[in-house]
Nanobody, 123 residues
Framework: QVQLVESGGSLVQPGGSLRLSCVAS????????MGWYRQGPGKQRELVAS???????NYADFVKGRFTISRDSAENTLYLQMNSLKVEDTAVYYC?????????????????WGQGTQVTISS
């Protein structure tokens, strides 16, 4: 079991910055991949950014150049630095973890979600 606790959401003006944090209950290097998703009002949940155990990052086109995903293994924490925020970035941001393992040689996977943190961009 992996528990994820997000923090850092707030009300920010357009053009501002925020840093979200996600603390995992386990060593993050035991997690295959971690990421940030968001769900805006009336929208489906969508991937924002992800990072694999090996450090490979992936970003949605709508955040490239503005958001940066990173981690601190000593703190078991995943971060999302968000700059140049736009009104359309308003959403609940969720931390996600995927753990892949094998049982009797059969690959398995488990997924975990945090409770979400609200980010509101408004003037």
């Amino acid at each position: 079991q992996v528990q994820l606790v997000e923090s850092g959401g707030s009300l920010v003006q357009p053009g501002g910055s925020l840093r979200l944090s996600c603390v995992a209950s386990v060593n993050i290097f035991s997690i295959t991949a971690m990421g940030w998703y968001r769900q805006g009002p009336g929208k489906q949940r969508e991937l924002v950014a992800s990072i694999t155990r090996g450090g490979t990052t992936n970003y949605a086109d709508f955040v490239k150049g503005r958001f940066t995903i990173s981690r601190d293994s000593a703190e078991n924490t995943l971060y999302l630095q968000m700059n140049s925020l736009k009104v359309e970035d308003t959403a609940v941001y969720y931390c996600h973890a995927r753990v892949e393992y094998s049982v009797g040689g059969v690959p398995r996977g488990s997924e975990y979600w945090g409770q979400g943190t609200q980010v509101t961009i408004s003037s």
